[in-house]
């Protein structure tokens, strides 16, 4: 199982509607960089859930429950199933992220316009440690 986030703007779709609803597709990913990262997720694999826009922070675990496959309205796009795993108990910002060093060479951190992005598997645990202090 790999880890990945994904960012989205609250004010378009949160995890508060993500949970609502069970399940969504993951579209509008167009950046090259983010597109390459969705097309390697796979059915299983866990992604954090980002608000990105005044929010800036980790929210919640996503469970991804299909392989990536061609976005219906834009087959030269791909999107993913996925469906809510879980709220963080505290959400993680990205000041906190950015404050410790750990993260300091991680795409969230360096290339902050990218939607997805691989998370390793030191930084998830990390991510998910700082959620519960």
């Known amino acids: 199982m790999a880890y990945w986030l994904f960012k989205q703007e609250p004010s378009t779709y949160n995890y508060s509607q993500l949970e609502k609803d069970g399940k ?3 579209d509008g990913v167009a950046n090259n960089l983010a597109l390459k990262h969705l097309r390697s997720v796979k059915k299983g694999d866990r992604a954090l859930f980002y608000h990105t826009g005044e929010e800036k922070q980790v929210v919640g675990i ?4 299909s392989d990536p496959y061609p976005d219906p309205k834009d087959r030269s796009l791909v999107v993913v199933d996925v469906r809510p795993a879980g709220r963080l108990a ?3 910002t990205l000041d906190a ?3 410790d060093s750990a993260f300091s ?3 969230l951190v ?3 316009r990218l939607s997805v992005m691989p998370v390793p598997d030191r930084l998830w645990d990390r991510i998910m440690k700082m959620s519960i202090r």
């Open 90 to 92: 505290k959400p993680v």
């Open 110 to 112: 360096r290339i902050s």
């Open 105 to 107: 060479d991680w795409e």
């Open 24 to 26: 969504t597709i993951w």
């Open 97 to 99: 992220i950015k404050r």
């Open 62 to 65: 996503m469970e991804i429950t």
